[in-house]
């Protein structure tokens, strides 16, 4: 039993629970919120949306929390952000332990999709690299606006976009900077790569010097990004770029826009980004239209891709959906994605992953609307719906972008919201892989059938 525990699978689980336990004391103490009383709901809340990388906060985090709390929630977010089994791992790794195979192989499953590399070096990969980002995108940003981002500020911000937390040190988020280019393209370019995955980052990054040490050279053998990277940044281009149309299109012709036409596509354009599990925002997100709000869900749902930062259900999974789907709209056996198909495991994964993903947001949804419901009369219950469902969907694939829910949730409702953030942050796919591995195996199979479906 203690070997099932202790397993792999279930390593990631204890850690995330015990940071976000030990987190949320620290911030619990008066030390940490000397702005007024925190009670301990709020304090394992605004934990577990830091170590989730979330951003949903029940105050206002710059005025609220002391530099201490703030420091915790900076420690939270960068241990979320780079996933608390890289850091475990590369600690057993430094002090000269063992890591068996079956860590390897877990480590390597949730970070690359690869059980075969060499995790030593790309553990230090993951990490420097890391830290130059942030370095570089808290430098560019001090730089840029040494009153607005101070020191401190600029590497809070910059952690938090690498990172995907979305948290802020003011109340309006980045609102004041809506038409700065220069700020806007640092926080989609963090956020990005924060979503993209380090093995597509690692890649991307050999490949880059691979050009450029061969420039002007004939070599045989022309080095290409493997399926994995071209279908994560293909499907994050695609996203990106339909997001910002719709979003422009929606609000410009509701009226919302901004009167500078610059502006506006600034500010379409990072709404679209930030959805990729970031949760900063520009615009007021409770004062956006309904095809804007719905259109911004899906996009949170997706997420970010394997390995990275972001939350939601992935690039890839939504590729492979897309794929299934069109393969049966042609009536074909397989599913094909660009130049491979995909085997039966990895289209069942995808079912059942965007399977308990709906039921999951959908469950959320319910119980918000139902304690909402309790409380005003059904009309304005059935005016709570969309921006509940927007909080659920939010919650769940670590966004952390808000219509104005969140500090007005109940202790019902925000621990509801606690387990969400929970269960998207680890991944629907690895806590049911780690039930499973619960499980005996079945030793026998039941006759099958044909059953009318449709």
Excluded at 70 to 96: A, E, N, P, S, W
Excluded at 165 to 170: E, H, Q
Excluded at 351 to 374: D, P, Q, R, Y
């Amino acid at each position: 039993m203690r070997t099932k525990i202790f397993s792999p699978y279930w390593m990631p689980v204890w850690f995330f629970a015990g940071a976000i336990l030990i987190g949320a004391c620290i911030l619990h103490l008066d030390a940490s919120h000397p702005g007024g009383p925190l009670s301990f709901v709020d304090a394992l809340f605004t934990a577990t949306s830091a170590m989730c990388v979330t951003g949903l906060a029940v105050v206002d985090t710059g005025t609220y929390f002391s530099t201490l709390g703030l420091d915790v929630l900076l420690t939270l977010i960068q241990l979320g952000g780079l996933g608390i089994m890289t850091f475990t791992t590369l600690i057993i790794h430094l002090l000269g332990k063992h890591v068996s195979l079956g860590d390897r192989i877990a480590v390597g499953q949730s970070l690359l999709r690869d059980p075969s590399f060499s995790l030593p070096k790309f553990l230090s990969r993951v990490v420097i690299g890391t830290f130059m980002f942030e370095a570089a995108g808290a430098l560019c940003l001090w730089l840029m606006d040494p009153v607005g981002f101070s020191p401190y500020s600029a590497i809070f911000h910059s952690i938090s976009a690498f990172c995907n937390a979305g948290f802020s040190l003011y109340s309006d988020s980045l609102t004041q900077w809506a038409g700065h280019g220069g700020i806007n393209t640092v926080f989609m370019v963090l956020i990005t790569a924060g979503g993209l995955g380090f093995y597509v980052l690692n890649e991307c990054a050999s490949l880059a010097k691979y050009a450029v040490l061969h420039r002007g050279k004939k070599y045989r053998g022309k080095r290409v990004l493997s399926w994995h990277s071209s279908i994560v940044l293909k499907t994050s281009l695609f996203l990106v770029v339909a997001g910002a149309v719709v979003i422009f299109f929606a609000e410009g012709v509701a009226g919302n826009a901004p009167a500078d036409l610059a502006e506006h596509i600034w500010t379409s354009l990072f709404q679209s980004v930030t959805c990729r599990t970031a949760g900063f925002n520009t615009v007021d997100i409770g004062g956006m239209t309904n095809v804007s709000l719905a259109f911004m869900m899906l996009l949170m749902l997706i997420g970010g891709s394997p390995g990275s930062c972001a939350g939601g259900i992935k690039t890839t999974t939504f590729r492979a959906l897309c794929g299934f789907i069109a393969s049966q709209f042609r009536g074909r056996e397989q599913v094909q994605i660009g130049r491979y198909a995909l085997n039966q495991e990895a289209q069942n994964k995808v079912i059942s992953l965007v399977t308990t993903t709906f039921v999951l947001v959908w469950v959320g949804t319910m119980v918000l609307t139902a304690f909402e419901s309790g409380q005003v009369s059904e009309l304005m219950a059935r005016e709570e719906f969309l921006p509940n469902l927007f909080e659920t969907v939010s919650a769940f694939a670590t966004v952390g972008l808000s219509t104005g829910v969140t500090p007005v949730l109940t202790d019902v409702e925000k621990v509801t919201v606690i387990i969400l953030m929970f269960v998207g942050r680890l991944g629907p796919m690895w806590l049911l892989s780690a039930l499973q591995s619960w499980q005996a195996e079945r030793r026998y199979k039941v006759p099958t059938s044909d059953l009318p479906l449709g």
